[in-house]
């Protein structure tokens, strides 16, 4: 595609971006309002399949090896959507927002791995800056029930390795023709998956407005539009502008999350909101400024070698 007919893609993933970084404020807001992760999750993705299901029903019938590639993006996807809403349960939406988009940095590291490439220099300067800056923001959430870097951590950080994982998969398997296939195959695995644990989570449905509206809202706009939109997309922007465009996932965290009121704009989160970003761009941004970090990595590892030696 020409740069002009990317436009409406790459706003696609900006509205995408925009989205997921509501996901945290709205998820942590229903938690505060007794709603447990397991109800919340049941609710939102079996709700996310019955919006799709009907609208991409013609395209149930697809190839084997698309609907063998769809559940293992589902399956990928939603444990990786499980793990982030598990973990928020003990992590502020600002802190959980920046450590889940670290996929971005995962995505740089898995990459070489799994297509068996070396892994470029400015993707390890890029790990650095993200464990600085998500240690950072651990200083300023050290109370309100919240773990800071422990265990709501640790398992949102496992979550972001499962979304680089997604992207990874989904760069390589997406094309035009099979968008909705593996769209509507991807919401209809998170929805069996959540209702084959129904019987054992004491699962009730909402009984207020205050519990529906954040369920309608990550299950509809946040599930099945957005989905949509990252799957339809990534079908013609390259991988390195997506990237790019999605580094302002956690940026919209911590802007919904300080306008909500759920925390407050602190040195912490401008410290260490702000190394975060720049390893995110560090790792996505292509052109010049990548080759020479590379090539400054690779002078100084050969002059340590030199000295070793």
Not at 227 to 245: C, R
Not at 249 to 254: G, H, K, L
Request: proline share 5%; aromatic share 10%.
């Amino acid at each position: 595609m020409t740069s002009s007919h990317r436009f409406l893609p790459s706003v696609a993933l900006l509205v995408a971006a925009a989205a997921w970084g509501s996901t945290v404020v709205v998820a942590k807001g229903a938690y505060e309002s007794s709603m447990t992760p397991a109800h919340l999750l049941i609710s939102r993705l079996t709700l996310t399949a019955l919006c799709l299901l009907p609208a991409f029903l013609p395209h149930l019938r697809m190839k084997r090896e698309t609907r063998v590639r769809g559940i293992i993006l589902g399956l990928i996807f939603n444990t990786g959507l499980v793990l982030q809403m598990v973990g928020l349960e003990h992590t502020p939406p600002s802190l959980s927002g920046f450590i889940t988009a670290s996929y971005v940095v995962f995505t740089a590291i898995l990459t070489p791995l799994i297509m068996k490439q070396p892994t470029p220099g400015r993707t390890w300067i890029a790990v650095s800056l993200t464990l600085a800056g998500i240690g950072i923001l651990a200083l300023g959430n050290d109370g309100g029930g919240n773990d800071g870097f422990g265990l709501g951590t640790a398992i949102t950080l496992l979550g972001a390795v499962l979304f680089a994982l997604h992207i990874i998969f989904l760069g390589r398997w997406v094309e035009p023709e099979t968008v909705q296939s593996l769209t509507l195959m991807q919401a209809l695995t998170g929805a069996m998956g959540m209702l084959c644990f129904l019987p054992f989570a004491d699962y009730q449905l909402p009984a207020t407005w205050d519990l529906w509206w954040p369920v309608l809202y990550l299950g509809i706009f946040c599930g099945a539009v957005t989905l949509f939109l990252q799957s339809w997309a990534q079908s013609y922007v390259p991988a390195t502008t997506s990237a790019v465009i999605m580094c302002s996932e956690p940026m919209w965290a911590a802007v919904f999350a300080i306008w909500a009121g759920m925390e407050e704009l602190t040195w912490q989160v401008l410290t260490g909101g702000g190394l975060v970003v720049a390893a995110l761009l560090l790792t996505a941004w292509p052109g010049r400024s990548a080759s020479f970090l590379d090539a400054l990595v690779e002078e100084l590892r050969s002059r340590r070698a030199h000295r070793g030696s």
